[in-house]
């Protein structure tokens, strides 16, 4: 494992863990009648330390707009979310925007603290399952964490979202920061949030998982 992965990861422990004010989701009211995505996320979609509208979210609207789609992008992300915090947020935000697509962003925290798997995984089963039933389709974002969290957790919560995808028949993004991690010159001052110029990759990583639905994303 690269030490500079180790290092980003556990010094994010620390500020998120350390985070009891989070970030105003920055949801997006539209008429009904206009297709809605819905992002779900913690501090790495929510643009913690960055300029509003510079974040990865942004850039996701930004190609919509580009390629001539209607849809509109509500990012509700929150600093410091874990996958309990985002399902009991999950049936509002659901009734809300009404999503035609939900991008779930979360799980990092829960590993950071060592929280159940079982309990992570359950959590966001439910919020797939939830968002299905909604008639909305998923995109998963998956994360990963160093061995020194133990090899067996480590293993086990990569694991998890690949478990997940295959189970619940949703797409998956393996490694949200795939490009990013072990890369300094791409984080903040703080060495943990991806500064403005990783951007631009993260939301590079998301478009090509959206593969799956670009066609519905484009025509609609």
């Known amino acids: 494992m690269n ?14 863990l350390a985070s009891t004010t989070p970030l105003q989701a920055q949801t997006t009211k539209t008429p009904s009648a206009t297709p809605q995505l819905l992002v779900l996320g913690d501090s790495l979609s929510a643009e913690y330390g960055l300029p509003r509208g510079s974040g990865w979210v942004g850039f996701l609207q930004n190609q919509l707009r580009k390629d001539g789609s209607v849809w509109q992008v509500a990012n509700a992300s929150i600093s410091g979310e874990t996958t309990a915090g985002g399902l009991s947020r999950l049936p509002d935000l659901l009734k809300r925007i009404k999503p035609r697509l939900v991008i779930i962003e979360l799980g990092a925290n829960d590993a950071l603290r060592g929280l159940s798997l079982s ?48 189970s619940e028949q949703v797409p998956l993004l393996p490694f949200f920061l795939e490009g990013v991690a072990t890369r300094p010159e791409l984080f903040q001052a703080d060495r943990i949030h991806p500064n403005e110029q ?16 670009r066609e519905l994303l484009i025509t609609n």
Do not use: D
């Not at 030490?3 to 998120?16: E, K, N, T």
């Open 3 to 16: 030490p500079l992965f180790r290092q980003f990861v556990v010094g994010l422990a620390s500020i998120l």
């Open 119 to 166: 309990s992570t995984q359950k959590n966001l089963k439910e919020m797939i399952v939830m968002s299905k039933k909604s008639g909305a389709e998923v995109l998963l974002l998956g994360m990963q964490i160093p061995p020194n969290y133990g090899q067996e957790y480590t293993k086990q919560f990569a694991r998890l979202f690949v478990t997940l995808s295959q």
């Open 198 to 213: 990783a951007q631009p990759i993260l939301f590079n990583n998301v478009w090509k998982a959206l593969e799956p639905y």
